[in-house]
């Protein structure tokens, strides 16, 4: 019924209680999830648990963050890992100038290799975008990643922004923010956002949405996020857990 679009159950903060924390995803009605590995450490652990759990998929690239660490052949190594057949996208990439841990040339460079890949292959790309709203829109464009498309995910910009990513083919994914009192912003992109181009994401263990805020995330709580956008789009729960997971399946060509 539910599909969480984004999520890392890979993280150290599982290592506890991961068997649990999918359990109890599965008890909320998820019944599919994207796992997404980003750098040399958690490629691997996302492949694992791909290859344990048959309603686990897995997206791989190399996140922004991490860029400085990409060498000579990492990129070959996700290509060769896309052909596994439980691999639905390549991401997440894109940039992030909110941490100082690679430099933005550094940063474009890996993103421009990752959408030359992902148009070769003809995957679709999950993009990470944090406070680089203008170059990631500029450097989507100049590399025509609207050849596969993809989905920004946990999208946090304009309607703007939004809609120039929606004229590139992309889908937009919404997380934990939604349920903030606070947040305007995002409420309003989600109502203008057309719904066949919605997903819904946790981006678990991060972004924890209300009331267990301030705690950690985990992928059952992607409920929270479908009655927060199913209240904001005025449509009741099981219809907007019916369109986000149609467009989940079609979007990543599950079945
Ligand atoms: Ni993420």
Redesign the pocket.
Known sequence: MLFDT?T?LDAPQFDGDREETIARAVQQGVTRMVN?G?NRETIPSTMKLAETYDFIYAAVGWHPVDAITMKDGDLEWIAELCKHDKVVAIG?IGLDYHWDTSPKEVQHEVFRRQIGLARELKMPIII?NREAHEDVIRILREEKASEVGGIM??FSGSWETAKLCLDMGFHISFGGPITFKNAKQPKEVLVKVPDDRLLIET?SP?LTPHPFRGKRNESGYVRLVAEAAAELKGIDLEEIARITTRNALERFGIR
Do not use: G, L, R
Request: aromatic share 20%; charged share 20%.
């Open positions: 984004h890392h997404v980003f997440e990470h995910h946990s981006d991060y």
